[in-house]
């Protein structure tokens, strides 16, 4: 407030969006912005916060994107950010998008965000789509019954948007606020009227909240306005007449006080629905209802999931194979031999450690890029809306909810996007449960690994051999979710709504910048935490207890042998006596926790040869049967660094700790078993 | 009565009672889902999730469609209007 006051020649707008989710407030608030928006995270919560800055006739206007609600109970994460934005910071002016096509669903949070006191300017977007549909809805008599501007738009064709900010700049000149809209009948009115005037005997709470909204809450039972009032000198009085109230009413009423106003609330939007909307034609039945017959149905449903999904990925790594090839080209050959040149200790720093270790991730990048697309595709189109539904059933009977799905998914790209991905999980026990099996999910880094070993081994079954891998990935996380939600994570879960929109053409921006921002987070992360980590090893491995040992340790194994990197390799090999693994394959492990991949270039390291005779040496170092025990262990064992990090920074780090552990034990016991099990076989030998 | 996850697609129910905590009985309630309001079951994976339509007392549908997973579906009870 004192900052405006210092500064009375630019006085800057504040406009928050809020609306549905689902009715095109992205996009509606890219086209206000011009796509320039800064964006944070809103505060102890790790909901995404996007502001931006505009000018409209020399005025400023900051525009705040509000997480999409439904109402404004205060249930979820979501809607406390949007309310308590709403009542404590109290924007000049609030736009509220609504659905043309969804009218009744979306009034109800416009006629709640009138009745909180806010100043409300309806955008009426996608009046397009609503005429398609039959429907046809009069803006001029929408805006007199509620007593705010409307202004109808198509925000993806970017129509109707200069008139909004037309009307956002003028309605913040608007003295007079509209009147009640809901009449909640005589006997709670008589209540509000009472509870409001108690209400405004406070006048810091007079001043912040609009009085009337403030007594529909207290009868309404809202914890988080309680709290409020309990900041007031005269909370005892207001929350003791407010359960006064509710007492009378509840006997009066017959009935509970809350869903009473709900349903007057609906009641309202029914009524204005039914005068501003006129019916073209019947609802035909559309394309959405024939697809979704298919694709939601109760045996095709599944079966038609995972072969999209397999198409995705497949053709995913077909289309990305020969850029990875190039990426692989230019690190280990063209930089790599360039870095050689370089002579001396930066030489091998450049072209051992950060070359070959950087390289061997960024050459993942275009495998992460195609699947990211394809699954951002599938999200836009509105199909991941319908594959969390088909699985849902199976989700409940391992305790979780079809929401977890996406997460998991992403997990077969990269575990780290889809750590991140859980954030959409509302229910906190749902959310640390998937974040925490993530990293069971046999990611794109460990496939190197596998088709190196079983390449060496199982030569005939390569492919089976690996889709076993994928498999067990699945079997174990899943397992491990139930477990987590039965032990750990005890409590019922508070389930999964979620809106069903229609198919939509895909926004090509929507799924560029979902796929950009999935692979920013690998990207950075190779960046730092694997830069860092590859100089670690590369400095353990030419340096040992006798000192340095100088770069030729990378080449040549007996020399590598008395490094620390050795050291540590020998002491592995102790704790995998019963796999039977050689102290180069368990050196490879600790490499691996780097970033898995990097077993496959530290085995050549560590064997002595180069990643061509790698197959041979392999296949010298090992049975069948220790082989694939290695494997397994490869798929459990740790997640690796980055995405330890990202759990660390999701849900601390005691959760990041816990992974680690319960991982390795996993990894421990699985391969311990394939060993044990196979040698009582006979698979041994 | 039966619980929503059990009824069959298609079907007009009425809901009869929301057996769930405050917090998600006020969230359904917001989305039109309290008790005496008539829905239709879209989809049925029955018994498990459902997608459903809320039909309005002008008889008018909203285009508007929303899926409840199998647990909330459990928590919603309903009786049959053919």
Do not use: A, E, R
């Given at each position: 407030m004192e900052r405006r006051a210092l500064q009375p020649v630019v006085k800057e707008l504040r406009v928050a969006i809020a609306g549905n989710p689902n009715v095109g407030k992205s996009t509606l608030f890219n086209e206000l912005t011009g796509g320039r928006a800064w964006v944070g995270n809103w505060p102890g919560v790790t909901v995404e916060k996007k502001v931006g800055r505009i000018r409209v006739d020399g005025r400023y206007l900051e525009i705040v994107d509000l997480p999409g609600i439904y109402g404004l109970t205060a249930y979820g994460v979501d809607e406390l950010i949007a309310r308590n934005f709403i009542v404590e910071e109290n924007p000049d002016v609030v736009v509220n998008i609504v659905n043309a096509a969804n009218l009744e669903r979306n009034l109800y949070l416009t006629v709640s965000l009138i009745e909180m006191g806010a100043n409300v300017v309806v955008c009426l977007n996608m009046v397009d789509l609503a005429a398609d549909q039959g429907y046809e809805v009069n803006s001029e008599k929408l805006s007199q019954m509620l007593g705010v501007p409307v202004i109808p738009t198509i925000a993806v064709e970017g129509r109707g948007i200069e008139e909004l900010k037309k009307a956002i700049v003028e309605a913040a000149e608007r003295k007079e606020k509209p009147a009640s809209l809901v009449n909640y009948g005589s006997k709670v009115e008589s209540e509000i009227g009472r509870l409001s005037r108690i209400v405004e005997k406070d006048l810091e709470l007079a001043r912040k909240y609009n009085s009337r909204w403030v007594a529909i809450k207290l009868l309404e039972g809202d914890s988080d306005v309680e709290d409020k009032i309990k900041l007031s000198p005269l909370s005892r009085e207001i929350l003791s007449q407010a359960a006064e109230a509710r007492e009378k009413l509840e006997s009066s009423l017959g009935r509970d006080v809350e869903s009473y106003i709900v349903e007057k609330r609906y009641e309202f939007v029914s009524q204005l629905v039914e005068k501003c909307v006129g019916v073209l034609a019947r609802k035909p039945i559309t394309l959405t209802d024939m697809v979704d017959y298919v694709v939601t149905h109760k045996v095709f449903g599944i079966p038609i999931m995972l072969t999209a999904l397999y198409v995705a990925f497949k053709f995913a790594f077909d289309v990305a194979a020969p850029l990875c090839d190039l990426i692989d080209w230019f690190f280990s050959c063209f930089l790599y031999d360039l870095a050689a040149t370089i002579p001396g200790l930066a030489g091998s720093l450049l072209a051992d450690g950060i070359i070959t270790g950087v390289g061997s991730i960024l050459v993942f990048v275009p495998n992460l890029a195609f699947i990211f697309l394809f699954l951002a595709l599938l999200e836009d189109v509105g199909y991941m809306a319908r594959a969390a539904f088909v699985v849902d059933k199976i989700m409940h009977k391992l305790h979780?909810?079809?929401?977890?799905l996406l997460p998991l998914i992403l997990g077969f790209g990269c575990n780290l996007p889809g750590i991140i991905a859980t954030r959409a999980i509302e229910d906190e026990n749902d959310r640390k449960t998937t974040a925490l099996v993530c990293p069971l999910i046999s990611c794109s880094a460990r496939l190197p690994v596998y088709l190196v070993i079983a390449g060496a081994l199982f030569s005939a079954y390569v492919a089976g051999v690996v889709w076993s891998m994928y498999i067990l990935g699945v079997i174990f996380a899943l397992i491990m979710a139930t477990l987590l939600r039965k032990l750990l994570f005890k409590g019922p879960s508070s389930g999964f709504i979620m809106e069903l929109p229609p198919y939509m053409k895909p926004m090509l921006k929507s799924v560029g910048i979902k796929t950009w921002e999935r692979l920013k987070r690998f990207l950075f992360k190779a960046g730092t935490i694997i830069f860092a980590g590859v100089v670690v090893v590369w400095l353990l491995s030419i340096t040992g207890p006798s000192g340095y040992l100088g770069v030729e340790a990378l080449e040549e194994a007996t020399l590598l042998e008395q490094s620390w990197i050795g050291i540590i390799g020998h002491g592995l090999e102790k704790i995998f006596t019963p796999m039977g693994w050689g102290w180069q394959a368990s050196a490879a492990l600790f490499f691996g926790f780097i970033a898995k991949e990097i077993v496959v270039g530290s085995m050549a390291v560590l064997f002595g040869v180069s990643e061509e005779g790698l197959i041979g040496a392999v296949s010298g170092a090992f049975t069948p049967l220790t082989a694939y025990a290695y494997m397994a262990f490869v798929l459990l064992y740790l997640p690796c660094l980055a995405t330890l990090a990202i759990i660390r920074g999701e849900l601390g780090l005691k959760y990041a700790l816990f992974t680690a552990a319960y991982e390795f034990i996993l990894a421990y016991f699985v391969a311990f078993l394939i060993v044990s099990i196979g040698t009582l076989l006979g698979l041994g030998g | 009565m039966i619980p929503l996850a059990f009824a069959s697609e298609n079907s007009l129910v009425r809901i009869v009672e929301v057996r769930a905590g405050q917090g998600l009985t006020r969230k359904l309630a917001e989305l039109?889902?309290?008790?005496g309001s008539t829905l239709r079951v879209?989809?049925?994976l029955s018994p498990g999730p459902v997608v459903i339509e809320v039909v309005n007392s002008s008889g008018y549908t909203d285009a508007w469609r929303v899926m409840l997973g199998f647990g909330i579906a459990m928590k919603i009870f309903v009786e049959n209007r053919g």
């Open positions: 979780l909810t079809g929401k977890s | 039109g889902l309290t008790q879209v989809k049925s």
